[in-house]
Each structure stands twice: as structure tokens, then as C-alpha cells.
């Protein structure tokens, strides 16, 4: 761990209007500084086959992969990233930046649990995206592995449970566990939220409500990043946001979509006057990290430039 820092450009950003389908709103943010390092996104990266992605060995690790970029550039793999194939499906546990011309290993968390044989050797990028409460466990899980200088382990079995409850709760069964399977059966209703919010062309980041609870925030340095993460980010939140309707809500906690933009004004306020931790992460850059009254969260810099933040509500 080094030393504490704050992100006080981050209370800076433009606030946009909430737009609301369903139980769900979003809250569009403008205004984070772009950087000029060049990169990919890692399913840019796997389509265009600079980078490969396998198992360690032969015999494989669950809670790691091995990625080998051929490239010149860096490659971004953003947390919650599903990657499927070779023994078993995962995600990525947290975002990692990948230098030019390396081999590295990459810290996951299994998403199908009763699969442990070869499907190819190698991993390919999926459609789906970790749902945003898996994604916010193991931001929270990471507050003690990184402290306890464990980097980005997991609790591989709420993992499982929490997918497993996912296939439960939506009527969506598969036969290896697979969270894959659960949100393929379910992409009409997925396609429901992501046709009902659009991009508005230029943002950077968004903050998220569901059923007016404040759930995070995401942003980024780019608007093209952010216009190609947006998809997979509202198909996150959006499987939380099919599990929670219907659900009964603190009325105090609750948010109107007129109400949400103030609220979001308050929690960028919060992030600007916290204190962050950084640490060394996977790759290159800084990972820092927060914990404050309202959220918690998580932010990769290269440099000055934030290339990735993440907030998650409290």
C-alpha cells in the first residue's frame, strides 16, 4: 500500500438528466479528462487476436488465467469482464491495465461452477457482463485481500452462490452452473433496459438507480471507452434491477428520478474529499481505493490520467 490521495477533479463533472426504464435510472456524466495513452479494450483486443487468453497450464487455476498480449499497445480489461471458454467460464476481478509486448496473470473468479474440462484452449470475450452486485462484492472483498497484501482473490463460493440464485430467482436453469446460460435465456429482458436508455453521444461515465436506490457509478477517460462499455455495464445493472422488481424499499432510501441528480451531485462531492489508498495492481498503473459514508469504490490511474473509476452505494 502507498500513500493516501484524493481525486478532487471528480466533483468537477457535468451531471445530466436522469432517464428512467422500468425500475431503473441512469444519470449520464460528462466532463473526466481524456487521457492520450493508446489502448484496447481486451474484447477489441481477443476479436482483432493481438491478445490470447488460456488457462495457466494444462491443468489449470480457478482463480487465475494467463494473458499474453502480442500487441504494441496497452489493453484495458475492465472488472466484471465474462470470459468463456477452455475449462470454465470467469470474470475478472478487478481493471487492469496490460503493457505492450507481456505475458500476465490475470486474477479471476469462476461463473460455472459444474464445469472443469476443455471447451478450446482458448478464451473468447462474451456479450454478457457480470451483473453489478457481483461485481460490488468483490470491490468490497478486495478492501481486506489488498490490505492483507492478498491482491485480488475473491470468495470464490459467494460467487457461485450468488449466480446460483440468479438462476433460481429468474427460472433460467443450467445444467453446468454457468451464469452464461442464465443471461442468455434471459437477453430479452435484458434487451428491455438497454433499448429503454440509450447513449446520449459524448458522456464519460453514469451513475445508476434501482428502484431509486443509489447503486454506483462508473466512469471513464474516453467517451469511445465508455460508448463500448455502456452495453455491458447497463446488462449488468439490469439483472439487478429484474431481481429487485417488486421488491419493498425504505421509502427514505428511495430517490425520485428528479431527486437522483442531487444525490449523485453528493456523492461526487463525497469521492472529491476522499481519502484513497493506492496500491500496485496487475499490470501497470495505480489502483486506488476509498470508503466513505454513502459508497465505496475503486479508481485505475496511469499517470495523472484516471483511466477507470468505479463506485458502488453503500
Excluded at 86 to 92: C, D, G, L, P
Excluded at 157 to 164: E, H, L, R, Y
Aim: hydrophobic residues 40%; glycine residues 8%; proline residues 4%.
Amino acid at each position: 500500500m502507498k500513500s493516501s490521495n484524493r481525486i478532487t477533479k471528480i466533483s468537477d463533472l457535468e451531471i445530466g438528466k436522469p432517464r428512467t426504464v422500468l425500475n431503473l435510472t441512469s444519470v449520464s456524466l460528462w466532463g473526466n479528462p481524456a487521457s492520450s495513452l493508446d489502448y484496447l479494450l481486451v474484447d477489441d483486443a481477443l476479436a482483432a487476436e493481438k491478445v490470447v487468453v488460456e488457462e495457466v497450464s494444462e491443468g489449470g487455476s480457478v482463480p487465475e488465467l494467463r494473458m499474453t498480449n502480442f500487441s504494441k499497445r496497452f489493453v484495458l480489461v475492465v472488472d466484471g469482464t465474462e470470459l468463456v471458454g477452455a475449462k470454465q467460464n470467469r470474470i475478472v476481478n478487478a481493471s487492469f491495465l496490460i503493457p505492450p509486448d507481456s505475458i500476465t496473470k490475470i486474477p479471476v473468479s469462476c461463473v460455472e461452477q459444474g464445469r472443469w474440462q476443455y471447451r478450446g484452449k482458448e478464451f473468447r470475450a462474451s456479450k454478457h457482463y457480470s451483473p453489478h452486485s457481483i461485481r460490488r462484492d468483490n470491490v468490497m472483498y478486495h478492501k481486506t485481500t489488498l490490505k492483507e497484501k492478498r491482491g485480488y482473490a475473491t470468495d470464490q463460493g459467494k460467487v457461485w452462490a450468488s449466480v446460483a440464485d440468479m438462476s433460481h430467482k429468474m427460472e433460467a436453469p443450467t445444467m453446468t452452473g454457468a451464469m452464461n446460460d442464465v443471461l442468455e435465456q434471459k437477453q430479452a429482458s435484458i434487451e428491455e433496459y438497454r433499448k429503454g436508455i440509450a447513449l446520449e453521444g459524448s458522456e464519460t461515465g453514469t451513475a445508476f438507480f434501482v428502484n431509486g436506490i443509489f447503486q454506483g457509478i462508473e466512469l471513464f477517460d474516453k467517451a469511445s471507452t465508455f460508448g463500448k462499455m455502456f452495453p455491458k455495464l447497463l446488462s449488468g445493472i439490469a439483472v439487478d434491477a429484474m431481481l429487485a422488481q417488486g421488491a419493498r424499499l425504505s421509502a427514505r432510501r428511495a430517490k425520485s428520478p428528479e431527486e437522483a441528480t442531487e444525490y449523485v451531485k453528493r456523492i461526487l462531492e463525497e469521492v472529491g474529499k476522499s481519502l484513497f489508498e493506492k496500491y500496485e495492481p496487475v499490470g501497470v498503473g495505480e489502483d486506488w481505493r476509498y470508503d466513505a459514508k454513502r459508497s465505496f469504490g475503486k479508481a485505475l490511474h496511469y499517470g495523472a490520467d484516471l483511466i477507470h473509476f468505479s463506485a458502488f452505494g453503500k
